[in-house]
């Protein structure tokens, strides 16, 4: 079975401030992939990331950036100089390479964050 | 290209009336997969499929039913609708078999089940 834990419910932070969303898995396979999904207030589904499990380097996008850790199954994801327009609920999401979890996107409850101005 | 497609875009049933939602790509993906959305419980799989004749069944199945007869379509049945049944349902399909590349999203189709 596999499992992602997003502890944080709701995140309130003003512009410019930098935030980040703490993402927590578990798998039993060495296989996995890693996503961070976006879904602003008009409801679409936005791709952001992949990583697969073999990839430990971080990477920024703009001001995104991820971190991910094999070793406390961490991919946390950072935006820096936050603005209103990153309002949205964030989705991190796993799907593993073999067993029962084969084919089966597991997703986050979510974080919802709300840039105030 | 038109990516995924999903129709209603709303719906209100009673229950125990049966529908179906439909989806559509365009992007010759061979993985397509359908995921309701509720509040606090982020996206739960339903049912997904490898390729055009196999599908299978994700998280959260009871009381929905899929076939993949073309490439193309995947529609979610509905049964016998309950009120439990009422979210937001996505239809999500992935250039590659089994869903390791980035899923694109369809719009979604709100249903109420009364």
């Known amino acids: 079975a596999q499992k992602v834990t997003q502890a944080q419910t709701e995140i309130s932070v003003v512009e410019k401030e930098d935030v980040t969303l703490d993402c927590v898995y578990e798998t ?24 697969n499990s073999f990839d430990e380097q ?19 994801f950072t935006i820096t100089a936050s603005q209103v327009v990153d309002s949205a609920v964030y989705f991190c999401a796993l799907i593993s390479a073999g067993g029962t979890s084969y084919g089966k996107l597991t997703f986050g409850q979510g974080t919802i964050l709300t840039v105030h101005p | 290209n038109a990516g995924v497609t999903q129709t209603p875009k709303f719906q209100v049933l009673k229950t125990g009336q049966s529908m179906t939602l439909q989806c559509a790509q365009d992007m010759n993906h061979e993985y397509m997969s359908w995921y309701r959305q509720d509040p606090g ?15 299978d069944q994700g998280e959260v199945p009871n009381g929905y ?21 009422t979210s937001v349902y996505f239809c999500a399909s992935s250039p590659d078999r089994v869903g390791y590349n980035e899923q694109f999203f369809g719009p979604g189709t709100r249903l109420t089940v009364l």
């Open chain 1, 28 to 51: 039993r396979d060495t296989t996995y992939y890693l996503f961070w999904y976006k879904q602003p207030p008009s409801g679409e589904l936005v791709f952001l990331i992949r990583r």
């Open chain 1, 58 to 76: 971080n990477e920024i996008s703009g001001r995104y950036s991820w971190n991910f850790q094999k070793s406390t199954s961490s991919f946390n």
């Open chain 2, 41 to 55: 419980m982020g996206l739960r799989l339903i049912h997904y499929s490898v390729g055009a004749g196999i599908t």
């Open chain 2, 65 to 85: 039913n899929v076939s993949r007869s073309t490439t193309e379509d995947f529609p979610l049945r509905l049964l016998s609708a309950a009120p439990s049944q």
